[in-house]
């Protein structure tokens, strides 16, 4: 069994979730990952995207790529960032996305935390613009155990205003996150 077809497996068979659809259709795009309460949102997440055959690139702090560790995690799609200021953070992943050959799906959990916040950050925006690639509305839903990376939302130039109404679709769907105590659409 290759290692795509043991994802796709422990997702589906072992841990009992479905999937809904497939990958992004762009070369490059933003997928937020929503709700995000758990590291279990992590792996859930990788298991998806890996077992339909596409990686999916996450934030992790360039101090942890050190030696054969970092070459593991480079090799699962993560991508090194700048942590001292957000600016820096957004600079290191378009600049990862921009000398990427190939597919570029960048997944972020935009409430920037596994805890509680009403207002989502919105580096994810900046990312997307500066980019010129669309962002989906990506989802794992812990009551039904259904995964997607869902539908395509087009941004406009107000961020606050696109991040509200992301909120607000994430709302109307009614997901259930692992840890439902730590999870907001804002209202």
Request: aromatic share 12%; charged share 20%.
């Amino acid at each position: 069994m290759s290692w795509r077809g043991f994802c796709h497996w422990t997702l589906t068979r072992v841990m009992g979730w479905t999937i809904d659809g497939g990958a992004a259709p762009e070369e490059k795009c933003v997928i937020l990952g929503v709700p995000h309460t758990s590291i279990a949102d992590f792996f859930v997440s990788y298991l998806f995207y890996t077992g339909i055959g596409h990686t999916a690139h996450i934030m992790i702090k360039k101090e942890v790529f050190k030696g054969p560790v970092g070459w593991l995690l480079r090799k699962v799609g993560c991508v090194p960032v700048d942590r001292s200021s957000g600016a820096d953070v957004v600079r290191s992943v378009i600049a990862e996305a921009a000398n990427s050959k190939g597919e570029f799906h960048l997944c972020i959990a935009p409430e920037g935390t596994r805890k509680l916040v009403r207002k989502w950050k919105m580096g994810y925006h900046m990312i997307a613009k500066s980019l010129g690639c669309p962002v989906y509305l990506g989802y794992f839903d812990w009551r039904t155990r259904h995964i997607g990376v869902g539908e395509r939302f087009d941004l406009t130039d107000d961020a606050r205003a696109d991040t509200d109404a992301i909120q607000a679709r994430y709302a109307a769907h009614g997901y259930t996150a692992r840890h439902p105590e730590n999870f907001s659409t804002g209202d």
